[in-house]
């Protein structure tokens, strides 16, 4: 079957006992825990295959941003063990692959429909069961439905006027074509300057006559000092592994630069462990010390080190300058994992265009025209990001108990209890939501522990003769007052990041991570105190 054609399907079934919506790397695992259980299942997604994010985003350059031995599930020992990556920090057709080979390993693809757009979600009061219609006709009715239509799923791009005028091919790197794109000799205009556009950059530099970057705002990005996977490295994982496994039941990130209360040493010290943190690479260094997001002191000392190897890096001081993020604290927008992207602005053909100074005004049919000038270009690709974390959610029409919709309920922002569960929407999950660790956690974590509760309060459902489970708007009002503290106390809310749905005109502006510890023993012990903050019926 050729990626990106849309596949036969199996029928839909008509009525089953849950509906998973999305088969990226938590909607599977859902299938799996679900099935395990003996439910009957419909799975449904929007792309031609599984993987999710790691489905659509294939440009150049596209790969984890967590080492590769952490960025993968830790359900199943014999999966963990047969599975080799190449690389410390896999590339997108490997990430593909995996989810692939989990799929059928565990035999969850002909639980899905492909090519299968969920439109809409309506709760019944009277039945109590959802109902999910899909663009290709589906109705299905189901008692459980399950949202694991990621955080990071619906890309979006400025609309410049005269974007239809332009002669040659657009491309958005979350919506990257599954045909090789040849961009040999092509003069390439790349606008946005988050991940993808870091990681895309250097790549397409490589490639192309000459790439010229749109950036509107500089961002921070740490080298992944990638490369082979030796033995040595997966010997030292397996040798962690039983700790680090501890590590996340006791609900702490598992990998992390600093000792837990270990105070912030003199700056002098500080430097040090940048230095050694920059060495290592990734993203560890923003997790050197505990206050780093709290605390501006700390905070500018990273930065300023960040900006300083910035300046090593770039030849030219001026381009170095306009390379330095000055306008956000460190890490409160998420921080780039690069391969050459600051060394990337001393190649001939790479040009740095500051569209702050002189923005963007139009698409022409030759390329693009700032306040400035003109530049002719033969591929235009947006690396512009995506409407972050409600966006999937929102475009689905989903109405709860009394018909109510949540676009009505999220107006002023999201609402969640734990961020897996919508007071007023019985029987409907979220994983990874807004209001859980999620984007700032490492989501094949994050996905495995709702997934894992998910399943234990269905399982929980059916022994007591169950049909109902639907947050206390109390409970969810608390918790969500607890997610706003926690970020109000932190650096995050200073950065116009998507974290706060910065990026999207007219988003209300909510930080939505839970980034308190401890996550997991919360949810834990809503459990075994009854549910707690649910109403069960
Ligand atoms: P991001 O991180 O949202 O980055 C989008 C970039 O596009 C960012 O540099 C934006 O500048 C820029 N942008 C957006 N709109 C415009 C306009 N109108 N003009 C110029 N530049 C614009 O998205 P990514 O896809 O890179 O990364 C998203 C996440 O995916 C990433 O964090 C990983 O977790 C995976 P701005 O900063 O808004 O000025």
């Known amino acids: 079957m050729p990626e990106g054609s849309t596949p036969p399907r199996q029928p839909i079934a008509r009525a ?304 170095a300058a306009r390379l330095s993020p000055h306008d956000h604290p460190i890490g409160t927008k998420r921080i780039c994992v690069d391969t050459g992207y600051y060394e990337t602005f001393n190649r001939p053909n790479v040009e740095l265009v500051d569209v702050r100074a002189a923005p963007i005004e139009a698409i022409t049919p030759d390329g693009l025209r700032t306040s400035e000038r003109a530049y002719a270009l033969d591929a235009i690709v947006y690396a512009t990001g995506f409407d972050a974390v409600t966006g999937a959610l929102l475009a689905i029409d989903i109405r709860g108990a009394g018909g109510r919709a949540l676009r009505e309920a999220w107006a002023d922002g999201p609402h969640a209890y734990l961020g897996l569960a919508v007071a007023g929407f019985p029987n409907l999950f979220i994983l990874a939501g807004p209001g859980s660790p999620s984007v700032l956690s490492n989501m094949m974590v994050s996905l495995e522990e709702h997934v894992d509760w998910v399943s234990d309060c269905v399982a929980h459902m059916r022994a007591q003769g169950l049909s109902r489970i639907d947050p206390q708007a109390s409970a969810q009002d608390a918790w969500m007052a607890q997610v706003k503290a926690l970020a109000d106390n932190s650096l995050f809310p200073r950065a116009n990041s998507w974290y706060v749905g910065a990026n999207v005109p007219g988003k209300p502006r909510v930080f939505t991570a839970y980034i308190g510890g401890g996550y997991r023993q919360t949810c834990e012990a809503v459990a075994a105190n009854g549910y707690e903050g649910f109403a069960l019926a």
């Not at 849950?18 to 799996?32: N, R, W």
């Not at 639980?111 to 219609?133: H, K, P, Y």
Request: with cysteine; hydrophobic share 40%.
């Open 16 to 319: 089953v006992d849950a509906v998973v919506i999305g088969a990226g790397f938590g909607g599977l695992y859902m299938l799996h825990r679900l099935r395990e259980l003996g439910l009957s299942l419909q799975g449904f997604e929007a792309g031609g295959g599984v993987g999710g994010t790691w489905y659509w985003n294939r440009y150049p350059g596209a790969r984890c941003d967590l080492p590769s031995l952490y960025y993968a599930y830790t359900w199943s020992e014999s999966l963990s063990r047969e599975w080799r990556w190449s690389e410390r920090y896999a590339a997108q057709p490997e990430i593909l692959a995996y989810a692939n080979h989990v799929t059928d390993r565990f035999d969850l693809r002909g639980l899905i429909a492909f090519g299968t757009r969920v439109l809409s979600a309506v709760f019944d009061d009277v039945s109590g069961l959802w109902t999910v219609e899909t663009d290709r006709g589906d109705r299905v009715t189901a008692r459980w439905c399950v949202m694991a239509t990621g955080c990071l799923s619906t890309p979006r791009a400025p609309q410049f006027p005269g974007e239809e005028s332009f002669r040659g091919p657009r491309y958005h790197t979350g919506l990257w074509p599954h045909e090789p794109v040849d961009l040999r000799g092509l003069r390439v205009g790349v606008i946005g300057t988050g991940s993808s556009g870091i990681q895309a950059i250097p790549r397409m530099a490589d490639e192309a006559r000459q790439v010229t970057v749109f950036q509107r705002t500089p961002n921070f990005s740490l080298p992944a000092q990638n490369g082979p996977l030796g033995d040595a490295e997966i010997a030292d994982y397996w040798a962690r592994r039983p700790k680090y496994l501890q590590a996340l039941k006791a609900g702490l990130p598992g990998v992390t630069a600093h000792a837990a209360g270990a105070p912030v040493p003199p700056l002098e010290e500080q430097r040090r462990v940048y230095e050694q943190m920059w060495a290592v690479g990734g993203p560890i260094l923003i997790a050197s010390f505990p206050n780093l997001l709290t605390d501006e002191g700390v905070n500018a000392a990273a930065a300023d080190f960040v900006r300083e190897k910035i300046a090593e890096a770039v030849r030219d001081p001026q381009i």
